[in-house]
C-alpha cells in the first residue's frame, strides 16, 4: 500500500483541487491508480493483529478503508482545511453518520429548517424512529428562542452553507457561537458551496458534510458523500460525549481522544461506523470523484459567472415574479454571501414564473438546451420543480420552513456558454404568458 502523505502544502485551493492526495513515487503512475481490491496482505499476523487493535496505520479490508479512497479523502480534508475525512457511498449516508457518530437514543440535536429535503426527512421521520430527536429552527425564531431548543442532551447544532433548494445563506459564525456556548459542534452541510466559495472551519464550524454528488463530482456520474473533521472541538472538555472520551470496548478499550487526539470525530466514525453500517464508497467511485475535484475551482468560477448573469436576466424579466440568488445585490443574504462566499454563489437559482404552478410547468416544459432532472449541480444546466418532486412528502408548514413555494423553479445554470443558456431561457419564458 502507498501511504498518503500527510497534508502540509500551503498551496493556493486551486492548486490542491490538482496536487493534493495521490502523490506518486519514482516510476509510480502518475494519475490516481484504482486500487479495486477488498483485501491487503500482510507480513504476519502480529501485524494484523495490531491493525485490528488501531494500534498500526494500515488498510485491512476496504469496507473500513481502501488506498484509492484514501487519497481522496486527504485531498478534500486539505481543500476543507480539516484534520482528515471520510468517505461514504452518498450524501444522505454521510449526515446520518454525522450525527450517529454523537448522538444516541434519547439525545437531540438543533437544526436549520432551510436543508435539503431528504436530510429533513432522514432528520425528522427516520432519526425519530431511532429515539433521535431533531429541534429545527424556523424563520423568524430570536436568539432566545433558539437557545431556549437546547438541553443537557442536546448534542450538536446543523445547518446548510447554502441550502438546497431554499438558498438560504447560514449565518455559520452566529450559530458556531450559539453551539459553542452549550458545549456542542456546528456541523455544516457544505455541498452547495464547496470549500471553493466556503471553508466553514474558518468561521467556527467543527464538522462539514458534503454530498459530493453534486459539484465535486461535477459530472453527474456517481453518488457519493464526505464527513470533514476541523480537529478544533474540544469533546473532553464538553464534558458529554463519553462515546468518544471513555473506553471502545469493541477495540480492546481504545479511547478516541485519547488515542487520536484532534482526529478523535473521524477516526471513530470510520473504524466504529463505517466498520458496523458498511456505508462505504467503491474505489471506482472515488476514482470518479477525484477526476471531478481536479476541475472544481474552475467550474465553480464559470457556475457563479454564469449564473450571476442568468440572476440578474431573470431579475429584469416581466414574466418573472421574484428571483432568489444570494449573490445579488437584491438579495436579503446579500451581505452573508459577501461575509461567507466572497460575494459569489453557485449555480443553483429558484425563481417564480408569474402564473404560478401552471406558468412554471409550461415554462419548464418549454426549455430545450436545460433539461428536466432530479439532480442540481452539475456541468449541465438543468430545471427542476421541488415542489411536486424533490419535496413532495414535506407538509405545506415544512415547506413554507423550508422555503419552498408551489411556483418556485429551481434552475441549475451549467458551464456551457452562457448566451446559449440565456437564449434558451428567454424562449421559454416568452411562451408561458
Ligand atoms: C443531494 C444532497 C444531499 C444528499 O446527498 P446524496 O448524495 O444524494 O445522498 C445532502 N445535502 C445536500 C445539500 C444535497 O444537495
Same mark, same amino acid.
Given at each position: 500500500m502507498k501511504a498518503v502523505t500527510p497534508m502540509n502544502s500551503n498551496y493556493k485551493i486551486e492548486t490542491k483541487c490538482i496536487q493534493e492526495g495521490w502523490k506518486p513515487e519514482?516510476?509510480?503512475?502518475?494519475v490516481l491508480p484504482i486500487?479495486?481490491?477488498t483485501t491487503y496482505k500482510y507480513e504476519s499476523g502480529e501485524h494484523l493483529g495490531k491493525l485490528f487493535d488501531l494500534e498500526a496505520d494500515g488498510h485491512m479490508y476496504t469496507r473500513i478503508s481502501n488506498p484509492t479512497v484514501a487519497c481522496v479523502e486527504e485531498k478534500i480534508a486539505s481543500l476543507e482545511g480539516g484534520v482528515g475525512a471520510m468517505m461514504l457511498s452518498s450524501g444522505q449516508a454521510a449526515s446520518m453518520s454525522a450525527v450517529l457518530n454523537i448522538a444516541n437514543s434519547g439525545d437531540n440535536f438543533v437544526c436549520s429548517a432551510a436543508i435539503y429535503g431528504g436530510t429533513t426527512n432522514l432528520f425528522a421521520v427516520t432519526f425519530k424512529r431511532l429515539g433521535i430527536e431533531v429541534r429545527f429552527v424556523t424563520p423568524g425564531m430570536t436568539d432566545d428562542d433558539i437557545h431556549a431548543l #437546547? *438541553?443537557?442532551?442536546t448534542r450538536l447544532v446543523f445547518g446548510e452553507?447554502?441550502?438546497?433548494?431554499?438558498?438560504d445563506v447560514f449565518d455559520i459564525e452566529h450559530f458556531a457561537g450559539i453551539a459553542h456556548s452549550h458545549n456542542v459542534p456546528l456541523v455544516i452541510d457544505n455541498t452547495f458551496a464547496t470549500p471553493i466559495l466556503c471553508r466553514p472551519f474558518e468561521f467556527g464550524a467543527d464538522i462539514v458534510v458534503h454530498s459530493t454528488t453534486k459539484y465535486m463530482d461535477g459530472h453527474a456520474t456517481v453518488v457519493g458523500g464526505v464527513i470533514v473533521d476541523g480537529?478544533? #472541538? *474540544?469533546w473532553e472538555a464538553a464534558g458529554k460525549y463519553p462515546e468518544l472520551c471513555t473506553p471502545d470496548e469493541s477495540y480492546h478499550g481504545v479511547v478516541y481522544t485519547k488515542q487520536f487526539g484532534a482526529a478523535a470525530y473521524i477516526t471513530k466514525a470510520r473504524v466504529q461506523l463505517l466498520r458496523d453500517m458498511g456505508n462505504s464508497p467503491q474505489p471506482m467511485a472515488a476514482f470518479l470523484l477525484n477526476m471531478g475535484l481536479e476541475t472544481l475551482a474552475l467550474r465553480m468560477e464559470r457556475h457563479s459567472d454564469n449564473a450571476l448573469a442568468v440572476a440578474k436576466y431573470l431579475e429584469a424579466?416581466?414574466?418573472?415574479?421574484w428571483v432568489n440568488y444570494?449573490?445579488?445585490?437584491?438579495?436579503?443574504?446579500y451581505e452573508k454571501c459577501k461575509k461567507y462566499l466572497g460575494g459569489r454563489s453557485c449555480g443553483v437559482i429558484s425563481f417564480g414564473v408569474r402564473g404560478g404552478r401552471s406558468a412554471a410547468m409550461k415554462f419548464m416544459n418549454s426549455l430545450e438546451l436545460a433539461s428536466i432532472v432530479?439532480?442540481?449541480?452539475?456541468a449541465r444546466t438543468s430545471v427542476l420543480?421541488?415542489?411536486?418532486?424533490?419535496?413532495?412528502?414535506?407538509t405545506d408548514e415544512q415547506l413554507v420552513n423550508a422555503g419552498i413555494g408551489a411556483d418556485l423553479v429551481r434552475l441549475s445554470v451549467g458551464i456551457e456558454n452562457v448566451s446559449d443558456i440565456i437564449a434558451d431561457i428567454d424562449n421559454a419564458l416568452s411562451k408561458v404568458n
Open positions: 519514482n516510476g509510480e503512475a502518475r486500487f479495486q481490491s #437546547f *438541553d443537557d442532551r452553507t447554502i441550502a438546497n433548494p431554499a438558498l480537529g478544533k #472541538f *474540544d424579466h416581466p414574466n418573472v415574479s444570494p449573490a445579488l445585490e437584491s438579495s436579503s443574504d432530479v439532480h442540481v449541480a452539475d420543480h421541488p415542489a411536486s418532486t424533490t419535496h413532495r412528502q414535506l
